[in-house]
């Protein structure tokens, strides 16, 4: 198996849990936890930010002394826009499910202090839809870079069945601003209906780095550098949780030059 890919753990508590030192890179970490009504997880760390995303689920958040309350409105990630809190380093969080919950935890190094944390309502969330024809996929900005934070961006795209996405390929591997910047990646997909399966590759343009996975419902992908396009099967839709970070804030790509063509059919 692809030292890419990574399978969650099982069915409940924390079934995904990628660090810095896991992934082998600087920047981007991301848990997943599974938690059944009444259950709790709470964190915080003094040196990380973080974006607690319900993925499905109602739950209640409180974070950095502030009480959010009950939020949530949708049971499944292809049913509407998340809600989601976030919260500066050093801040601690506590999140209780209040249904059968799926809680995705975003961190990046961050300032201790530098902002109060915040509600990211469903209706905060701006959404847009990108690409033609069978390269259409739906985006919803959970933490866009107009958005205050010190280094996380995260996002979630929706591809409709037998669609490509993250493409044409694209990489962000490079801290050469303003053509490029250096962004670390994860990839949390879920599949509708879940038996079903989609294909991610992550490559290099020398191939040093060309793996090409099959990816099933719940499993994560990590992009240390490289393209990285995604393709889902007729029958099988494709959600995917990004959550990236660097030296810089900002999301600059570059498309792979022998694909750009596409972008202008």
């Known amino acids: 198996m692809s030292k890419l890919l990574v399978k969650p753990s099982g069915d409940q508590g924390k ?45 209640d958040i409180t974070a950095g002394g502030q009480e959010f309350g009950t939020l949530g409105r949708r049971m499944s990630p292809f049913d509407g826009k998340p809600s989601s809190v976030y919260a500066p380093a050093g801040a601690q ?4 499910a209040e249904t059968d919950l799926e809680l995705a935890v975003c961190t990046a190094p961050g300032e201790p202090g530098a902002r109060p944390p915040r509600l990211i309502g469903e209706d905060d969330n701006t959404q847009e839809v990108r690409g033609r024809g069978n390269n259409v996929r739906h985006v919803t900005n959970i933490l866009p870079e107009t958005a205050e934070a010190d280094g996380l961006l995260v996002v ?11 493409y044409p390929p694209h990489k962000h591997d490079q801290d050469d601003l303003p ?3 250096y962004l670390e990646e994860t990839y949390y997909h879920r599949i509708n209906p879940p038996q079903g399966f989609a294909f991610q590759r992550v490559y290099t343009d020398d191939r040093s780095l060309d793996e090409a996975m099959a990816v099933e419902d719940g499993d994560v992908t990590l992009v240390p550098k490289g393209y990285h396009p995604c393709a889902t099967i007729h029958g099988y839709d494709l959600y995917y949780l990004n959550v990236m970070a660097g030296p810089k804030r900002t999301w600059k790509f570059h498309n792979a030059p022998e694909h750009e063509w596409l972008l202008k059919a």
Do not use: M
Request: charged share 20%.
């Open 93 to 96: 969080w506590r999140v209780t």
């Open 179 to 181: 053509q490029e910047s």
């Open 15 to 59: 079934v995904v849990d990628v660090t810095p030192d896991s992934a082998g890179w600087r920047y981007v970490g991301f848990s997943l936890h599974r938690l059944r009504p009444g259950e709790s997880v709470s964190g915080g760390e003094a040196d990380r930010e973080v974006c607690l995303v319900l993925v499905s689920g109602k739950a």
């Open 156 to 166: 979630e795209v929706i591809t409709p069945a037998g669609n490509t996405s993250s």
